[in-house]
């Protein structure tokens, strides 16, 4: 399996032309490759930004974005304001000022269908038929230090593969085992990306050990868990959570 990475021309906020940008970046694409594009590009070429005013409009803005949020920054060290947005547990809605050139960056409006609007635009513009569109964020993940990328949305791929039923290397057979695919994938292109100003935002992962697959938003409820039903909701459920202004 590899991982290509490819250096764009800098967008810039409030809007740019993520197509012509990734036009101009030539890549070399091939059936069954599955193509990884960072949310925040994404989100400039749909115009998903809004100029820093200050801290409390981003937290505004994060509420309004959010499923759910919880503020419990008088107790944290890092004074961050948690919400559950599309499905992840994360800081602020994802709102990022990284990179923003003055601007708030929010995450693409519905990341599942700009994902599938990505794929067909790849496959029309360079005449490939198999092929799969992760959209990518990284984030921080408890009690581990530094950022991890994941899958933000996802087309043409299935993102999860099951484990259950079969048998491991002595004979056992799995009960609970099942591989999240999509955000393996976004974890390595994320590291192939890079975190700073390294202007590849976009990633070809060539031989990818996946299921293609033709179904729009294939298995999107069985990737995302609700808060009362994860393997974490003992922790989780302690927290006071508050409706958002998100779609869920």
């Given at each position: 399996?590899?991982?290509?990475?490819?250096?764009?021309?800098?967008?810039?906020?409030?809007?740019?032309?993520?197509?012509?940008?990734?036009?101009?970046?030539?890549?070399?694409?091939?059936?069954?490759?599955?193509?990884?594009?960072?949310?925040?590009?994404?989100?400039?070429?749909?115009?998903?930004?809004?100029?820093?005013?200050?801290?409390?409009?981003?937290?505004?803005?994060?509420?309004?974005?959010?499923?759910?949020?919880?503020?419990?920054?008088?107790?944290?060290?890092?004074?961050?304001?948690?919400?559950?947005?599309?499905?992840?547990?994360?800081?602020?809605?994802?709102?990022?000022?990284?990179?923003?050139?003055?601007?708030?960056?929010?995450?693409?409006?519905n990341?599942?269908?700009?994902?599938?609007?990505?794929?067909?635009?790849?496959?029309?513009?360079?005449?490939?038929?198999?092929?799969?569109v992760?959209i990518?964020?990284?984030?921080?993940?408890?009690?581990?230090?530094?950022?991890?990328?994941?899958?933000?949305?996802?087309?043409?791929?299935?993102?999860?593969?099951?484990?259950?039923?079969?048998?491991?290397?002595?004979?056992?057979?799995?009960?609970?085992?099942?591989?999240?695919?999509?955000?393996?994938?976004?974890?390595?292109?994320?590291?192939?990306?890079?975190?700073?100003?390294?202007?590849?935002?976009?990633?070809?992962?060539?031989?990818?050990?996946?299921?293609?697959?033709?179904?729009?938003?294939?298995?999107e409820?069985?990737?995302?868990?609700?808060?009362?039903?994860?393997?974490?909701?003992?922790?989780l459920?302690?927290?006071?959570?508050?409706?958002?202004?998100?779609?869920?």
């Amino acid at each position: 399996m590899q991982f290509i990475p490819y250096k764009t021309r800098v967008l810039t906020p409030p809007k740019d032309d993520l197509f012509e940008a990734i036009k101009s970046a030539k890549l070399n694409i091939k059936d069954g490759d599955v193509i990884v594009v960072s949310s925040k590009v994404v989100s400039i070429g749909e115009g998903r930004c809004l100029p820093f005013k200050n801290q409390a409009q981003k937290d505004r803005l994060a509420k309004g974005e959010a499923d759910y949020f919880v503020d419990i920054r008088r107790s944290s060290v890092w004074k961050s304001l948690f919400t559950v947005t599309e499905g992840v547990l994360i800081g602020r809605a994802g709102i990022d000022e990284s990179n923003g050139k003055g601007h708030l960056i929010l995450y693409p409006k519905n990341p599942m269908k700009s994902a599938d609007t990505l794929r067909k635009w790849f496959q029309k513009t360079y005449s490939v038929k198999k092929l799969g569109v992760i959209i990518s964020d990284s984030r921080s993940t408890p009690l581990r230090r530094g950022a991890i990328g994941f899958a933000l949305g996802w087309a043409g791929i299935v993102p999860l593969k099951d484990y259950r039923k079969t048998k491991d290397l002595f004979g056992r057979a799995f009960q609970v085992e099942i591989a999240n695919i999509a955000d393996g994938l976004a974890g390595g292109a994320v590291v192939a990306m890079g975190e700073g100003n390294e202007q590849t935002p976009i990633v070809v992962i060539r031989n990818a050990p996946v299921v293609f697959t033709e179904k729009k938003r294939p298995q999107e409820r069985i990737v995302k868990v609700k808060l009362e039903n994860d393997l974490f909701s003992p922790f989780l459920l302690k927290l006071k959570w508050k409706k958002g202004g998100g779609r869920d």
